[in-house]
């Protein structure tokens, strides 16, 4: 075969021949020589002792590195043409030459400077019509290019270190690291190639052929395939999202790692009347085991007990007999408002009222008959802004840039009720996969009563609004990076009408 019409194995077995008629046993190759032999490209030869390597016993191959000088392009250039310097002086005539011209010349800059360096040009810069360049001595030597022919001619030890230095800083030499193999003949050495086995099969077992076959060696030191890393949950991206959203606006995080609440911050402190049907058994998981709460701030638990049974602070209650056993009652939360409420009270007890700014994102429990569109948690998003004199204005402001922030920039808002917020609004997006506006949350200022009996200064607002975390992560992921991560085509309903996009706020 032809060196120049090689393939891979083909250059295998070239190599493998050259070795042959090198003599004996401990002579060898090394592969440029190998390479330029045989007219091959030395990176093919490389890749041909690799695929030798990989056979076993066939040849043995000691990797080695050697440095040499090479010159870069400008180099070879000059070694053509001459230096630079030694064209600024050969363009300069007897009678000077303006400094403008001079430098208008290719590498005129360089050759200038390592000019008057060697004081071979000077200057005059008092000359008639502006600087003028004149030569300094009648005839110069271009050491440049000798040294560089010397580099060429592979003689680069003859120059000195400081200057090989001086040329690679100039760019005109550069030192190149040449790996290369030293190859001799392996234990199983042959100039022809067989196939080597990777598998023993049934087939091989059962006819004897095995005995004359060649099998490739087990190589109990490979890695094997890398497994499967995991990966974020699509809430918890989500969830990662909202929290930088709420961060980048100003707002803390409450702290909501108590699952359990009492009766009283989950419902009484929020105006919401003990009659009211998300209290019974079938809506909410009460505890056996504590079943009740034992601490309250009474002087604040008998103030929210007048303004449900008697009224108070402009409004006229719910007017019905308010009873501690039902407030002290445990349960799992069924919203994380319970701890709006702790925060607010705490923060009507500073020293002095600052306007604040507070988020959570966390889990929820609600005693849902589990079904294809309920479960029995999820996780509720919820903010709350308090400070003088805040509108619906701002509501739907702050509801705005918030869900713009998350690409979610269409949005409308709805009358709605809640118990303890006046004025309410529900908050739809529109969704482009189902040609449609989607709920995605619900929102409202606090009621007076229950701010007031907290503390709170007359003339303090706080707007608040909650959403899943589930519904908005469909909305943001879409229906194609769904049908994506279930593998197979979804109905888009289906997936919003699912436990997932549940929007109980």
């Known amino acids: 075969m032809s060196p120049t019409m090689a ?6 077995e070239l190599l493998l021949q050259r070795l042959d008629g090198a003599g004996d046993d401990d002579d060898g190759l090394c592969s440029l020589e190998a390479a330029a032999a045989l007219g091959l490209d030395h990176q093919l030869l490389v890749g041909a002792v690799k695929s030798l390597q990989a ?6 191959a000691e990797q080695r590195s050697s440095k040499h000088w ?3 392009a400008e180099g070879t250039e000059i070694v053509q043409d001459g230096s630079h310097e030694v064209h600024v002086f050969n363009s300069i005539p007897p009678e000077g030459l303006p400094q403008s011209q001079l430098m208008a010349l290719p590498s005129a800059k360089v050759g200038f400077s390592k000019a008057m360096s060697n004081k071979w040009i000077r200057l005059d810069k008092a000359a008639e019509g502006g600087p003028r360049i004149f030569r300094a001595v009648e005839n110069v030597e271009d050491s440049v290019r000798e040294k560089l022919e010397q580099v060429q001619r592979g003689k680069a030890e003859s120059l000195d270190q400081k200057e090989r230095n001086e040329l690679r800083k100039r760019k005109l030499l550069v030192e190149v690291t040449l790996k290369s193999y030293w190859i001799r003949k392996g234990s ?9 086995e990777t598998e023993l099969t049934p087939e091989m ?6 005995h004359n076959l060649s099998f490739k060696a087990y190589n109990f030191a490979a890695l094997g395939l890398p497994p499967n890393s995991g990966h974020l949950h699509p809430l918890l991206k989500v969830r990662t999202q909202f929290r930088q959203i709420f961060l980048e606006m100003g707002f803390t995080e ?4 108590n699952f359990i609440e009492s009766s009283f911050w989950n419902f009484d402190a929020l105006f919401q009347p003990q009659q009211h049907p998300a209290r019974d058994e079938h809506d909410t998981f009460f505890l056996l085991d504590p079943a009740e709460a034992t601490e309250f701030p009474m002087e604040y638990l008998q103030r929210v007990k007048r303004v449900h049974s008697q009224g108070g602070y402009g409004s ?5 007999d308010w009873k501690l056993e039902e407030a002290r009652k445990n349960i799992l939360r069924t919203h994380t408002t319970a701890v709006s409420a702790r925060m607010l009270y705490h923060l009507a007890h500073q020293e002095k009222f600052m306007p604040a700014k507070y988020f959570s994102i966390d889990r929820v429990f609600r005693n849902e008959t589990l079904d294809a569109t309920h479960l029995a948690e999820f996780h509720q998003i919820e903010g709350v802004v308090a400070d003088y004199g805040l509108t619906l204005g701002d509501l739907m402001g702050t509801l705005q840039e918030f869900f713009t922030k998350l690409g979610l920039a269409q949005l409308r ?14 908050v739809f997006s529109y969704h482009q996969g189902l040609k449609k506006w989607v709920e995605v949350g619900n929102s409202g200022i606090f009621r007076p009563e229950m701010l007031l009996p907290m503390g709170l200064p007359e003339g303090v607002s706080v707007i608040a609004w909650g959403l899943s975390l589930e519904r908005p992560t469909m909305i943001k992921y879409g229906i194609n990076n769904i049908r994506e991560l279930v593998g197979h085509k979804v109905n888009l309903q289906m997936v919003y009408d699912s436990p997932l996009c549940r929007l109980d706020s």
């Open 55 to 60: 056979l076993g016993e066939v040849i043995e």
């Open 413 to 426: 808002f709805k009358p709605a009720y809640n118990p303890y917020t006046e004025p309410s609004m529900e």
């Open 316 to 320: 006229q209650g719910y007017k019905y």
């Open 254 to 257: 409450m702290p909501t790692n």
């Open 70 to 72: 090479e010159l870069t």
């Open 188 to 196: 199983a050495f042959s100039t022809r190639l067989a196939k080597q």
């Open 7 to 12: 393939d891979g194995a083909g250059v295998a």
């Open 205 to 210: 077992i059962a006819s004897g052929s095995w």
